[in-house]
Every structure is written in C-alpha cells, then in structure tokens.
C-alpha cells in the first residue's frame, strides 16, 4: 500500500474513533503531575552530571 494512502486511512479512522469517543473532561494539573515532573527534572539532572576526567 503506498505510503500517502495509508496514512489518509489512518487520519480518516482516527477521526471516526474521536467522534464516537465521549467527552474527555477538561485535565488539571495537580500535585501529582509536578511532583512526576520534578523526579523527571532531577533524573535528568543527575543523568547529565558532568563526571571528571581520568588522570593520566
């Protein structure tokens, strides 16, 4: 199948399945979500810690 059609078919089922899907309600930002976002941030921070150099 080529590649342009399959992805018209794709958009074109995705919106039949949002138009039969009910209603999402409307999402809040709460303690949890910062909370994860903030382990995200320090992970990352402790991923990307600059290590020293070997000595020679």
């Not at 958009?11 to 303690?31: D, N, T």
């Amino acid at each position: 199948m080529h590649p342009d059609i399959h992805l018209a078919l794709h958009h074109a089922r995705a919106a039949e399945l949002r138009a039969g899907a009910p209603p999402r309600p409307a999402r809040r930002h709460g303690l949890r979500t910062r909370l994860g976002w903030t382990v995200v941030e320090v992970g990352l921070r402790l991923a990307t810690r600059p290590r020293p150099l070997p000595a020679h």
